[in-house]
């Protein structure tokens, strides 16, 4: 154990110390765009709990992204989700494919430019196997203040569908803040939450980043419900990998 | 909630009124000492934040020394999808701004 820590430590002390592009958070969005003519992968791995209780229902979820860069302020990327369900008879689903999203981001100017630098979000979703859509806006406010990153979304989400029992609008917004305590290492932490048919659940949690190489980095949260409406725990991990 | 309202009010204030890492802009003094056009110099600027700005914080000239920004460059011209003709401008700015005296490279 000592030796891995003594090990980690000196590759994070000399190698290079280039800013990486790592995300600070897995729930809130910041304001960066994958570079024109470059190409990434994210792959997306989630653990969460209901409730505390030993038999609550364990949800896992992975998620295969590619992202690219149109140009300079503008990306693309479609994601491959893929879910299980941990639990009794009743709530237990095996691993399958879940839903493929399209999604777009714009920035609207360069970053600084604005006293709040603004990126608007849009995706959207289908359901596999049956007639379930989501359209998802988001408006994405951040600023850096020298080492400290913060960033606020406001989001929308519209689910609508034949095999949907009625069109539903979910409210919800997400929020970081992060510190940059090496140019490979971040810590900060999340907040986020939902608003549906007058239910709020809210989550909360810690948030690290790690820039293994120039174009591998890894971000991890914990997130911990804070209203009874929210998962008890969910646990998530990005991986980035440059292409 | 009123002090709440108040306290994220002042907060955000605050946030707003602190500083950004924002890279210095050229001077003429600049081109001169390095025998370059302010324009050329100018428009590294601006491609030194459009294009390094896309996926983090711009860096600022002085994050490294003036013989260390050709390897840094080596190493993310290619991450930022870089032109040789961008490079050689982004690189110029970086450089010449490294080597800068204190009060031309102001932030």
């Given amino acids: 154990m000592k030796r891995l820590l003594v090990s980690s430590s000196l590759i994070l002390v000399f190698s290079s110390t280039a800013h990486a592009d790592l995300r600070s958070f897995t729930a809130t969005y910041e304001y960066s765009t994958v570079p024109e003519g470059k190409t990434a992968v994210e792959l997306w791995h989630t653990q969460g709990r209901n409730t505390w209780d030993a038999d609550t229902p364990q949800t896992f979820e992975q998620i295969v992204e590619i992202e690219h860069g149109l140009t300079d302020k503008w990306d693309i990327a479609l994601y491959s989700v893929f879910e299980q369900i941990a639990g009794d008879a009743m709530t237990a689903e095996p691993f399958h494919f879940a839903e493929l999203k399209l999604e777009t981001r714009y920035r609207l100017a360069d970053r600084g430019e604005w006293p709040v630098d603004t990126l608007l979000y849009f995706e959207a979703a289908k359901h596999f196997g049956e007639s379930a859509y989501a359209v998802e806006g988001k408006v994405i406010g951040a600023r850096d203040f020298d080492r400290l990153t913060a960033a606020v979304n406001a989001i929308a989400e519209l689910k609508f569908g034949k095999d949907r029992p009625e069109t539903e609008l979910e409210l919800g917004a997400a929020a970081g803040l992060t510190y940059q305590v090496h140019p490979k290492v971040r810590l900060g932490a999340e907040a986020y939450g939902t608003y549906e048919e007058a239910e709020l659940a809210l989550a909360a949690g810690p948030a690290v980043s790690l820039a293994g190489s120039s174009s591998f980095w890894i971000t991890i949260t914990a997130g911990f419900g804070l209203t009874d409406e929210a998962d008890a725990l969910r646990v998530r991990a990005i991986i980035g990998i440059e292409l | ?107």
């Avoid at chain 2, 081109?31 to 934040?49: C, K, P, S």
């Avoid at chain 2, 290619?78 to 010449?96: C, G, K, M």
């Fill in chain 2, 1 to 107: 909630m009123r002090r709440a309202v108040v306290a994220c009010v002042f907060a955000a204030g605050a946030l707003a009124a602190c500083a950004r890492r924002t890279p210095p802009y050229a001077t003429t003094i600049d081109a001169q000492r390095a025998n370059v056009e302010l324009a050329e110099l100018e428009q590294g600027r601006a491609l030194t934040i459009r294009k390094c700005g896309s996926c983090h914080q711009p860096p600022l000239p002085r994050d490294h020394t003036s013989a260390e920004w050709p390897s840094k460059l080596d190493e993310m011209a290619a991450r930022a999808n870089l032109d040789a003709r961008q490079r050689h401008v982004i690189e110029q700015y970086l450089v010449v701004m490294a080597d800068a005296p204190a009060a031309t490279a102001k932030r």
